[in-house]
């Protein structure tokens, strides 16, 4: 059995979304100044890091994260590589791949993969992302979560329209994946955010479980 982590570090270098707050950890007391134990405090917003993102994210009225149901986040999964060179998933792109019937999990791994051990805490605009074309694909064959290891699952130049697709079509959204290291295949994911109340995302931590 083989295990990859497949959710980025969280620490003061992590990049996040242009002009959300980054990710800060202080210590509030420290056994090496004279106190009995370590303490540290936390403070990131939700689309920090790996991350879900949950209807209430574009819809007034959609489910928040909590509402969720875990039988999403956890089962089956199917991992598929694009090649670098494309910066835009296209319906054809995934229509092209050997999509397997049954599992209603995807994980997409593109250049995007290749950033986060050179990022340096810096936010790229250049990722790559699926179109609403793609989006709409994954609605029609039914998947209930798709993941990418880019900064959203939609590029910069068309943020929501992917989104809303995606939501509005009961697909979980789970972003900001390290997918560097996994071959392409079949896997168990298990993929656990907080349990925030009320939300429009939480950070999660996902792995993926090669059984053979």
Known sequence: MKIYDISIPLCAQTPVWEGDK?????????????????????AMGT??????DAPFHVFTDGASID???????????????????????????????????????????TANSKYWKAAGGVFRRDYVGLDSGAAGYLVEKGY??????????????????????LLDGGVVILETLDLSGVPQGIYD???LPLKLIGTDGAPARAILIDAN
């Open 144 to 165: 209930q979560l798709v993941g990418i290891d880019g900064f959203s699952i939609s590029p910069p130049e068309e943020l929501m329209p992917p989104h809303r697709i």
């Open 47 to 52: 689309h920090a890091g790996t991350h879900l």
């Open 22 to 42: 980054e990710v800060t950890i202080r210590w509030v007391s420290r056994i090496s100044e004279g106190a009995e134990y370590n303490l540290s405090e936390l």
């Open 67 to 109: 509402q969720i149901p875990l039988e999403k986040l956890i089962g089956k999964t199917q991992v598929i590589h694009v090649p670098d060179e494309v910066r835009k998933i296209s319906r054809e792109t995934i229509a092209q791949k050997d999509l397997v019937y049954g599992i209603s999990r995807l994980l997409i791994r």
């Open 189 to 191: 994911l298990y993929c």
